[in-house]
Each structure stands twice: as structure tokens, then as C-alpha cells.
């Protein structure tokens, strides 16, 4: 059954870089060997930079960063068949993003993946921009493309 007249879940994506211009990236608890950069839903009303903020808090337990740049266009992604009825209530055939770059600010030791329940990530780590791609699930690639071409530039 196709799901293509369902809409888009609005949502912000978040690409953190660290002092040694590094990405941070968490396994996902629900998909063992997928990894990530935070993202989540934008609530009704909110701005991209309070999502960015409280995404950040919800996933990684914390809020010190800075932002760099949020993209001037979102990015639309479909769920792969097996998953558009298990995720959101089969309310959305995918995700529409809006990415923003920040600058952590904060230390490692500031970082709690559990600071939310249900957690997001069972780990996480930061890599070169470079490895992104050997890490993302297939069918969210195209968008981390995008993501990685738009921000390269930020990266000295």
C-alpha cells in the first residue's frame, strides 16, 4: 500500500561539531549498528532554533552549543516500507529537516545520552565528517549528502 499521501514529520536535524571540528554521532538504541546525528520532531509553534536546543537536551543531555548555520531549504526523506507503519503511528511517510550546524561548547563529561527517557542512543562518539557516510543507515545517505555538502565549509 503506498503512503504517499501522507505528509512530512517537520523535524530539525542537528550537525555538532566539536573544538577538534569533529561530529557527534549516537547508535540508536532501537537499531543496533545505526548511527546517527540528533534530529527530531519540531512541536507546533516552535522555532528551528528552540528544536535545536531542546533536541539537543532531549538526546545528548545537554544544551551548550552555538549555532553556525541552519540550511536554507529542508530536506525531505521517505521511510522505507518496512518501518512507515511502525514509526509515528503511520501518521508520516517520512521526515522533512531542517538542519542546523552548532559548536559545542560545552565538555565530553557534559554529555548524558540517558538524560531522557526513552533514550535515543545506547552510545556515541565523535568522528571526522569524512566517516559520516560509512555509518548512516542507506535510505537517510542522500540526506547526509546534502547535509555534508551544505556544511563542509564550516569545518577549517
Not at 22 to 40: A, C, H, L, N, Y
Request: net charge negative; aromatic share 12%.
Amino acid at each position: 500500500m503506498s503512503l504517499d499521501h501522507l505528509p512530512y514529520r517537520p523535524c530539525v536535524g542537528i550537525t555538532l561539531f566539536n573544538r577538534d571540528h569533529k561530529v557527534f554521532v549516537g547508535e540508536r538504541i532501537d537499531t543496533p549498528g545505526s548511527w546517527q546525528m540528533p534530529q527530531g520532531g519540531i512541536d507546533p509553534g516552535e522555532e528551528i532554533e528552540e528544536a535545536f536546543f531542546r533536541e539537543m537536551r532531549e538526546e545528548i543531555g545537554t544544551h551548550d552549543a552555538t549555532i553556525l548555520k541552519i540550511m536554507s531549504k529542508p530536506l525531505r526523506y521517505d521511510l522505507p516500507p518496512h518501518l512507515q507503519q511502525k514509526l509515528w503511528t503511520g501518521q508520516f511517510r517520512g521526515q522533512e529537516q531542517i538542519w542546523v550546524a552548532g559548536t559545542f561548547t560545552g565538555e565530553d563529561t557534559d554529555i548524558n545520552i540517558n538524560a531522557h527517557h526513552p533514550a535515543e542512543f545506547k552510545r556515541w562518539q565523535w568522528i571526522s565528517f569524512d566517516e559520516v557516510l560509512d555509518l548512516i543507515v542507506p535510505f537517510k545517505r542522500d540526506t547526509y549528502r546534502s547535509v555534508i555538502e551544505e556544511f563542509k565549509l564550516l569545518i577549517p
